[in-house]
C-alpha cells in the first residue's frame, strides 16, 4: 500500500486488517484446481468445437461463393466448354476431291457424370448395319423443311467397330451440328436435354454463348464485338430446332451453303436449318485445336464461296 | 515432435502454478468486494476456465494474472449490473404492499458501511487493502485510469473511517 495521499498509515492497516478478516477462508487451491479441471478441459473441447465449425462455415461459404461466381466466369472466357472439341476431328472436303467427302467422327469422350454412355457406343450408334437395335435414334434431327434439303447420309463414312459389341450399352444419341454464317453449333440430345458439345466461329469470329440451358440453347457470333450471326436451339418434343439462324448489320446478302441467309428479326420460327451430316469448314488440324476465336486471314466471303461449292 | 510433448505439460504447470498462486488471493478480494463468497468463486473460477481455453495465447502476455484478475473482475461487475437491474425490477414490481421482513442485522459494522459503498470502490478498496496489490494493478483489473483508482479509493477510506471509529 504505497498511497501516496494516504496520509494515515493507521488508518490503512485498521482497513486492511478489517477488510482481509471479513474475507472467508478457502479450501487448498490445488483441491479446488482438481475439482475444476473436468470443466475446465470441456470449456477447452467446446471451445475447438466452435473454431472447427467456424472455419468450416468459412470454407463452406467461400465455396459457395466461389461456385456462385463460376458461372459469370465462364461465360465471360466465351463459348467452348465441352470437352470434346479436342477429339472432334471432322475433316473438310475439299470441292476438288469427290462428291461424297469423307467424315471422320472419332469417339466423343463421356460428358458428364449423368450420362450413362460407355466408349464403345459411339461406334455402334453411327453404323445402323452393325446393329439395329443400337443404332442411334435419328428422331434427334430437327426435320427438314421444304426449303433446306434433307442432310446426306452418305457423306458419313465411319469406319466399322474393331472390337465386339457389347449388348447393354446404351448408344450416345448422335451429336448434331447446326450452322450459321459465322460458325457452327455442335449439339447432343441426351434424355430430352441438350448438351452444349462444341461451338466452332469461322475466322474473323468470336462465338459467345449466350444462353445454355438444358432446353434452349443460344450462341451469338460476334465480329469486332458486333453480333453478326447467331444458332438458336431449342427443345420441342424431345426433338433440337433451330428456331434462329440470322446474320445482322453488314452481312446482310452473303449467301451460305446454297441459300439466301437471313436477315435480322427473319429468322425467328425458321426451322431445318440442322445440317447433321454437313461437314465442317475448318480443317482437321484447326478443329482438334478448338480454337474459338481466330483472327484468321481469310474473311467471311470466302468461307461463304466454299461453303457453297461443298453443299 | 518431443518439444511439442514437453511444451503442452510445460504450459500446463504454468497453468497451474497460477491457479495454485492465485486463486485464493482472488476470491478472499472479490469475496469482500460482493459480499458473497459464492460469486467471488464463480467469477474467479470463471476467470481461470476463460485463461485455460486461450492459455497459449494468455500466457504470453506481460501479466497472465492480470489478464486473469480483469476477467473476473468484469464478471464480477457484470454480476453487481445484474443485481441493479433485479432491484429495480424488484422496486418496480413493489407497487402493492408486501410485507417485508427486516434485513438481518449485519454483524460487522464495517461489512455494513462496505456494502453501502458503491461498486466500483467495493472493489477498488477490496483490491487494494485485501489482495494488497497496487494502485497501478487495480487500475489495470479495473481498466480505469490510476487517477480514477484512487478517487474510488479516497471515497472509500472517508466512508469506512467512520465505521473504525469509535462511537462516542
Redesign the interface.
Known amino acids: ?3 501516496e ?2 496520509d494515515d498509515p493507521e ?2 492497516g ?3 486488517s ?3 478478516a ?3 477462508e ?1 479450501e487448498p ?2 483441491t ?2 482438481n475439482e ?1 479441471r473436468p ?2 478441459q470441456r ?2 473441447r467446446r ?1 475447438r468445437v466452435v473454431q472447427t465449425s467456424a472455419a468450416m462455415t468459412a470454407l463452406l461459404v467461400i465455396g459457395g461463393v466461389a461456385f456462385a461466381e463460376a458461372p459469370v466466369a465462364r461465360r465471360s472466357h466465351v463459348t467452348v466448354e465441352s470437352p470434346d472439341r479436342h477429339t472432334d476431328t471432322t475433316h473438310k472436303p475439299t470441292p476438288s476431291t469427290s462428291a461424297h467427302p469423307t467424315t471422320t467422327t472419332p469417339k466423343p469422350r463421356n460428358l458428364s457424370a449423368g450420362s450413362a454412355p460407355t466408349s464403345t457406343s459411339q461406334h455402334t450408334q453411327v453404323l445402323p448395319t452393325v446393329t439395329p437395335t443400337t443404332a442411334a435414334p435419328t428422331s434427334d434431327y430437327p426435320p427438314s423443311s421444304a426449303t433446306t434439303p434433307p442432310p446426306t447420309s452418305a457423306v458419313h463414312v465411319v469406319p466399322p467397330p474393331t472390337h465386339p459389341l457389347t449388348p447393354t450399352t446404351v448408344p450416345l444419341p448422335k451429336p448434331v451440328r447446326y450452322y450459321s454464317y459465322a460458325g457452327s453449333v455442335l449439339v447432343r440430345l441426351v434424355h430430352g436435354q441438350m448438351l452444349l458439345l462444341q461451338v466452332l466461329p469461322k475466322d474473323g469470329y468470336v462465338g459467345d454463348v449466350h444462353v445454355k440451358r438444358p432446353l434452349k440453347i443460344d450462341v451469338w457470333f460476334n465480329r469486332h464485338g458486333q453480333m453478326v450471326s447467331r444458332v438458336e436451339l431449342i427443345v420441342v418434343d424431345g426433338h433440337i430446332k433451330q428456331i434462329r439462324h440470322s446474320t445482322f448489320a453488314s452481312d446482310q446478302g452473303k449467301t451460305w451453303d446454297g441459300r439466301r441467309v437471313m436477315v435480322a428479326g427473319v429468322a425467328a420460327g425458321h426451322h431445318g436449318t440442322a445440317c447433321p451430316s454437313k461437314p465442317l469448314t475448318k480443317p482437321a488440324a484447326q478443329v482438334a485445336s478448338g480454337p474459338v476465336s481466330r483472327s484468321g486471314d481469310s474473311d467471311a466471303t470466302a468461307s461463304d464461296k466454299s461453303d457453297s461449292s461443298v453443299a | 515432435m518431443q518439444e511439442g510433448k514437453d511444451a503442452a505439460p510445460d504450459r500446463s504447470l504454468d497453468f ?1 502454478d497460477t ?3 492465485c ?2 488471493p482472488m ?3 472479490l ?2 468486494a460482493a459480499g458473497d ?1 459464492g460469486v467471488a468463486e464463480d467469477c474467479v ?1 470463471d476467470a ?3 485463461a ?3 492459455w497459449k495465447r494468455v500466457s504470453r502476455l506481460d501479466d497472465p494474472v492480470g489478464w486473469v484478475r480483469h476477467v473476473a473482475v468484469n464478471r464480477m461487475r457484470d454480476h453487481f449490473r445484474k443485481l441493479d437491474r433485479g432491484g429495480r425490477a424488484f422496486a418496480r414490481l413493489q407497487s402493492q404492499e408486501v410485507a417485508v421482513s427486516a434485513a438481518p442485522e449485519e454483524p ?1 459494522e ?2 455494513a458501511m ?1 456494502d453501502k459503498l458503491p461498486a466500483q470502490q467495493r472493489i477498488a ?2 483490491l ?3 489482495e ?1 496489490l ?2 497501478g494493478e487495480v487500475a489495470d483489473a479495473m481498466d480505469l485510469s490510476e487517477g480514477a483508482v ?1 478517487y474510488h ?2 471515497a472509500a ?1 472517508a466512508t ?2 467512520g ?2 471509529e469509535p462511537s462516542p
Open positions: 500500500m504505497t498511497f495521499s494516504f488508518l490503512d485498521a482497513l486492511s478489517g477488510l482481509s471479513l474475507a472467508p478457502l487451491a490445488d479446488v484446481l475444476l470443466r475446465f470449456a477447452r471451445r | 497451474d491457479f495454485r498462486r486463486f485464493g476470491v478472499r478480494s469475496a469482500v463468497r473460477q481461470f476456465m476463460r485455460f481455453v486461450r460487522n464495517l461489512a462496505l478498496a477490496a487494494f487493502y485485501v494488497d497496487s494502485v484512487k479509493l479516497h477510506r469506512l473511517r465505521a473504525l
